[in-house]
């Protein structure tokens, strides 16, 4: 992604970020993440509660080149990783939010976050917009 938008030196650590603290190199957190299970969605449940109409606020935490890309074709907010914490005190306590990431991973790290931050009715996409896109199901 960083070589499409233009640098020229890009450069991937092989052994991510395990490999990086297994080595013993330093790393800051910020914030532990708390240990929740995640409840997971199926894409055509989801669908089911759409055309439903309930009770829920869909998050979509994919990068924008993304949503630029393939979007779900109803309301939302999109807030990607970085932006979680500009959304989630305007979230709605009395809804059930439905986080929608690209394949099913990066969304646990919102549900935990939202977790932490006192949201407790959460789902996650099971297996994202990928899923959702195999599935057939609509999008804009």
């Known amino acids: 992604m960083a070589a499409e938008l233009g640098y020229s030196e890009v450069y991937a ?25 995640i409840k997971k969605i199926k894409p055509a449940k989801l669908k089911a509660m759409i055309d439903a109409g309930g009770n829920f606020v869909i998050v979509d935490i994919r990068p924008k080149y993304e949503l630029d890309k393939v979007s779900l074709d109803t309301e939302k907010v ?41 949201i407790s009715d959460l789902l996650l996409l099971d297996g994202g917009m990928q899923k959702w896109l195999k599935a057939g199901l609509p999008v804009k």
Not at 15 to 26: A, E, M, V
């Open 13 to 37: 650590y092989r052994d991510g970020l395990p490999g990086w603290i297994k080595k013993g190199n330093p790393t800051t957190t910020i914030e532990a993440l708390p240990k929740v299970k």
């Open 78 to 118: 999109d807030a990607n990783l970085s932006q979680l914490n500009n959304v989630v005190e305007s979230l709605p306590r009395n809804k059930q939010i439905v986080i929608v990431d690209v394949n099913g991973k990066r969304g646990g790290v919102a549900y935990k976050y939202f977790a932490m931050k006192g």
